[in-house]
């Protein structure tokens, strides 16, 4: 089992900077991936990001260039930098791990970005 906690978001303005961060824990030893996902009212939930085990990582098209996935210095959290931000960034992110071949959620942070 692995339990996931977010933190950090919140309300901004078009082009401003937000941080995300999910902290895991558990068995964090038997993690394979983890990373980021959204979900805006009336659509689907959507890839924002991932970091692998290896640190590989792979992104959203519409939000390469502006998030990064970083991993903090304790290895069971991962960070979600995002810059630039955009109306269309407006949704609930959840941190998610892939461990086990199973998938583990966050609660959920929302993000809301003003025009």
């Known amino acids: 089992q692995v339990q996931l906690v977010e933190s950090g978001g919140g309300l901004v303005q078009t082009g401003e900077s937000l941080r995300l961060s999910c902290a895991a824990s558990?068995?964090?030893?038997?993690?394979?991936?983890m990373g980021w996902y959204r979900q805006a009212p009336g659509k689907q939930r959507e890839l924002v990001a991932t970091r692998a085990e290896d640190g590989s990582t792979n992104y959203a098209d519409s939000v390469k260039g502006r998030f990064t996935i970083p991993r903090d210095n304790a290895k069971d959290t991962v960070l979600l930098i995002m810059n630039a931000l955009k109306p269309e960034d407006t949704a609930v992110y959840y941190c998610?791990?892939?461990?086990?071949?199973?998938?583990?959620w966050g609660q959920g942070t929302q993000v809301t970005v003003s025009s």
């Open positions: 558990g068995s964090i030893f038997a993690i394979d991936t």
């Open positions: 998610h791990a892939r461990c086990f071949n199973r998938d583990f």
